[in-house]
């Protein structure tokens, strides 16, 4: 992919497009002129967004109602975008979910489906668009993960498993496209200001990682393209703590996620 600051002749695809950072990156694709391909379970909510993309923007704006946390689900958008006549040159994995809490206490169906959402859906698109953004010479994709990603969190155990997944599947995947002219990044959002849960949750982890918003992960995400990397986590205070606890005995970065979580989780 070439300028990524004009997108016109682009088609790019974002799931978990109905809110949020999903949302946020559909704006902002639509201000660069790519067309657009929207994903997610919430059908009025899509139309809704296409409408005001396509009035505001003048691109083309596709909705599709899709459950990604579903087996074969991925298949079936990829079908969907075949079937349409459709060439994806930008792919922004958004789609996911968060199960927490005790594992012992865990519900396996919830936790399965969680898995299925934030990992095997994103390994599944990406490994079913990446072939056509390669034979072109260009694209880009965009894996959404998390700042968890990082190390092991007690009470996010599975949720944090899923996002450590997106991240080493994504630099995987980066190292073998080198030349290719398609571009593969992981950014890692703290926690972000993005619906109701966010709106709870934030105040309790405001004073570690500050308060990030959608737009914020989407500029960090543009910039990290911009430069060729590979992985970024948003917002300097979330990096700089991703970086630190990599340095600590595994041990103590257990412990002091435990803490954390558990505070968090207390005053919920």
């Known amino acids: 992919m070439h300028d990524l600051s004009r997108l016109s002749g682009t088609t790019a695809l974002i799931t978990g497009a109905s809110g949020g950072i999903g949302e946020a990156f559909a704006r902002e694709l639509a201000r660069r002129g790519a067309d657009l391909v929207l994903v997610a379970r919430s059908g009025d909510r899509l139309e809704e967004l296409a409408s005001s993309l396509r009035s505001a923007h003048g691109v083309r704006a596709l909705t599709q109602k899709l459950d990604l946390s579903e087996a074969g689900a991925a298949r079936a958008m990829h079908e969907w975008t075949v079937e349409e006549g459709l060439e994806v040159g930008f792919l922004v994995n958004n789609a996911g979910g ?151 005995p595994n041990r103590a970065a257990v412990a002091l996620a435990r803490k954390m979580t558990q505070k968090v989780l207390s005053g919920l």
């Open 98 to 248: 968060g199960v927490g809490g005790a594992a012992v206490r865990a519900d396996p169906e919830a936790v399965a489906a969680m898995v299925r959402l934030n990992g095997n859906t994103v390994v599944d698109s990406t490994l079913r668009f990446l072939p056509g953004m390669v034979s072109r010479g260009r694209g880009a994709i965009v894996n959404v993960g998390s700042a968890s990603a990082f190390q092991p969190t007690p009470y996010l155990a599975a949720y944090g498993g899923s996002k450590a997944m997106v991240q080493s599947f994504t630099q995987a995947v980066s190292g073998e496209l080198a030349g290719s002219g398609v571009r593969v990044l992981a950014v890692h959002p703290g926690v972000t200001l993005s619906g109701q849960r966010s709106e709870e949750v934030l105040p309790a982890m405001a004073r570690m990682g500050g308060e990030r918003r959608p737009e914020q992960v989407v500029a960090t995400a543009f910039r990290a393209l911009g430069s060729g990397r590979t992985s970024v986590v948003d917002g300097r205070r979330y990096a700089a703590f991703t970086t630190l606890t990599q340095r600590l």
